[in-house]
């Protein structure tokens, strides 16, 4: 139970929409505003979940400056180039799989508390 809470937190952090992760490659062709929340969402683990890490703190320094680069370059063609209905059908896909592992991941973590008592 935990190894299976422990992959779907993994692959929860994973789609987290900043730098080099995968949620920054799935979302990027839908705006670059996406950046924005993943950064906001580093900050709030940071600032109010008091949950720094090294790790965590360099994502968000490497994200800054790939968030700069992503407004620069909003006319790139990679980008420009992805049809309406495709952004939409990259977002909901995003959307979607992380409600499944939010709910995945709380799952595992509740069955797993109720097995250790």
Known sequence: MLAASIGFFLNI???IPVWQLD???I???VSPWFQVVGLGMIAVSVLVFHFASFFLIII???GIQTMR???RNAK?????SVPTQAR???GAAWLGLV???GVMTFQAESLFVSLAR
Do not use: S
């Not at 790139?76 to 420009?80: D, G, T, V």
């Open 27 to 29: 979302l990027a062709p």
């Open 23 to 25: 949620g920054a490659w």
């Open 88 to 90: 939409l059908a990259l």
């Open 13 to 15: 952090f994973n789609l």
């Open 76 to 80: 790139n063609p990679y980008y420009a």
């Open 99 to 101: 409600l499944y592992l």
């Open 60 to 62: 968000a320094l490497l």
């Open 69 to 71: 680069a992503g407004f």
